[in-house]
């Protein structure tokens, strides 16, 4: 990373709240990824959002589903 570059910002959108799982429905990052995240560099950090995005993916799918077999019952 050259000194210009900007550091992988954080994807806390300040609406914190874990699930179940210990996932933050607000930036779908886990407990433990944001536990770490200060101590993370760019890559690391990339990877975890790209998790974070997988994850919201997979509940907005999974939501998604369940309202559509609501409608149908």
């Known amino acids: 990373m050259s000194q210009t570059e900007d550091p992988v910002q954080s994807p806390c959108i300040e ?5 179940s799982d210990n996932v933050c429905v607000g930036c779908f990052r886990s407990l433990a990824e ?3 995240w200060q101590q993370m560099d760019d ?3 990339l990877a975890v959002l790209g998790k974070a995005e997988n994850r919201r993916k997979t509940l907005y799918s999974f ?3 369940i309202k559509k077999k609501r409608k149908r019952e």
Do not use: D, G, V
């Not at 609406?15 to 699930?19: D, P, S």
């Open 34 to 36: 944001i536990a770490q």
């Open 63 to 65: 939501e998604a589903y």
């Open 43 to 45: 890559k690391m950090r």
């Open 15 to 19: 609406k914190c709240c874990l699930n």
